[in-house]
């Protein structure tokens, strides 16, 4: 492994680990203000959607800088995005619904915003299960159609974050423009899957 490859590495597990110790450890030493529910699942989830676009720009960075290595630091990003999406999702059953199954379940169906992150997700948990090496050479070129299936679900997370907003949208009204921009430089690779 080359060496700025393990360095790029090391500083994606660092940064990504070190943050999200950081919003727990900071909620459960009570301070994070006065709601830290919220808090939490709005760094969790701008992460989770941070990091995911993160991933889906490393291509058309890597072709403009010309730096392949950047390549080989993809999945991780990718994973970690699933990551934060997972502690997203947890959080909201643990901290807002305190564990209800059932009440779980009855947001997902009557919550259009939640059902749209919820589909996000699960996407993420298909992508994150057949992202390792092993998976992707079983799976031939069935791997790639459903990698492909990325796209569908950064775009559901933008619109999740933008059904969520009760206040001012000018935040998630950003995030779409970049995932438009990233959406439109990778045009050709989902629109030929």
């Known amino acids: 492994m080359r060496r700025d490859t393990l360095t790029l590495k090391v500083l994606i597990h660092a ?14 030493t009570d301070q994070l203000g006065a709601d830290p529910v ?3 699942l709005h760094f969790t ?29 993809r999945r991780l990003v990718g994973l970690y995005a ?8 947890l959080s909201f059953w643990a901290f807002e ?22 589909v996000a997700f699960i996407i993420l948990v298909l ?13 031939g070129r069935r791997w ?7 796209y569908l679900a ?9 059904w969520s907003v009760k206040a001012s949208v000018t935040e998630p009204v950003i995030y779409g423009v970049i995932i438009t921009l990233l959406l439109f430089l990778r045009k050709r690779k989902f629109l030929h899957s």
């Open 97 to 118: 619904i305190q564990f209800n199954l059932a009440l779980f379940f009855e947001e997902i169906i009557e919550r259009p915003y939640i059902t749209v992150g919820m």
């Open 154 to 162: 950064i775009l559901l997370g933008g619109i999740h974050f933008y």
């Open 15 to 28: 940064i990504s680990l070190t943050l999200l110790i950081n919003v727990y450890y900071m909620a459960i």
């Open 144 to 150: 790639q159609k459903l990698h492909n299936w990325v």
């Open 82 to 89: 699933f990551l934060y999406a997972l502690c997203h999702v």
């Open 45 to 73: 989830g701008i992460g989770a959607l941070n990091l995911l676009i993160l991933s889906l720009a490393v291509t058309p960075l890597t072709k403009y800088i010309k730096k392949p290595f950047l390549m080989q630091n």
């Open 127 to 139: 992508l994150a299960i057949t992202s390792w090496s092993v998976v992707k050479k079983r799976m």
């Open 38 to 40: 919220e808090y939490v």
